[in-house]
């Protein structure tokens, strides 16, 4: 089983600033088959970017995934306040799927 | 758009069964994966298995996380365009809230979810 380490495991920060969010796989997650969510309170997950680097549809530019092998990173350029949330990574290259524990970005 | 709505007990006694269905619309569930996911807030999210059923060649699939193979079970109902989930002999660790969601969309992510329904195992 792929174990997914997220980190930090908090994030604050103030609208407008950058954030970087790292996913670490301990073995490698064959063909970028890596997804990254956001979770708000009492919602389920939404799928932000989806094989490592695409953008699923309606994710502003703003987001951006990148990172193969065991290090995958999403990046937010800008952030707004609608993107304070958990977002959480999960990789489909091996059975079982798993998921990461999740970053919480705050607002400072 | 895809919707999908969790139904089922939300409260369940330890070493019995716990039976959610997942109602699909929108959508047929002749196409793409269905998937069980639950989360908690010891455990996180947990992927649970998916079930998979191709109208063009008539083949279905079932795939279980091995952590839970011998306790799972997932059935299409094609006729009502809902899928369910079987977890036996729960315990206090089951308690999680369940989603129902599918996966196919964007490659193995889960693109449409259930609001999730909070299932509470306890004597």
């Known amino acids: 089983e792929i174990v997914l380490t997220q980190s930090p495991g908090t994030l604050s920060l103030s609208p407008g600033e950058g954030a970087t969010l790292s996913c670490r796989a301990s073995?490698?997650?064959?063909?970028?088959?890596l997804v990254w969510y956001l979770q708000k309170p009492g919602q389920p997950p939404r799928v932000v970017i989806y094989?490592?680097?695409r953008r699923a549809t309606g994710i502003p530019d703003r987001f951006s995934g990148s990172g193969s092998g065991t290090h995958f990173t999403l990046t937010i350029s800008r952030l707004e306040p609608e993107d304070f949330a958990v977002y959480y990574c999960?990789?489909?290259?091996?059975?079982?799927?798993?998921f990461g524990g999740g970053t919480k970005v705050e607002i400072k | 758009q895809v919707q999908l709505q969790e139904s089922g007990p939300r409260l369940v006694k330890p070493s019995e069964t716990l039976s959610l269905t997942c109602s699909v619309s929108?959508?047929?569930?002749?196409?793409?994966?269905w998937n069980w996911i639950r989360q908690s807030p010891g455990r996180g999210l947990e992927w649970i298995g998916y079930?998979?059923?191709?109208?063009?060649?008539?083949?279905?699939?079932?795939h279980y996380n091995p952590a839970l193979h011998s306790r799972v079970s997932m059935l299409l109902e094609m006729s009502q365009n809902q899928f369910s989930l079987q977890l036996k002999s729960v315990t206090a660790a089951d308690t999680a809230v369940y989603y129902c969601?599918?996966?196919?969309?964007?490659?193995?992510?889960?693109?449409?979810w259930g609001q999730g329904t909070l299932v509470t195992v306890s004597s």
């Open positions: 969601g599918r996966s196919g969309f964007y490659e193995g992510g889960f693109d449409s």
């Open positions: 929108g959508g047929s569930i002749r196409s793409y994966y």
């Open positions: 073995q490698s997650v064959s063909d970028n088959s």
């Open positions: 094989g490592a680097s």
């Open positions: 999960q990789q489909y290259g091996s059975s079982p799927l798993t």
């Open positions: 079930i998979f059923y191709s109208e063009s060649t008539k083949y279905r699939n079932t």
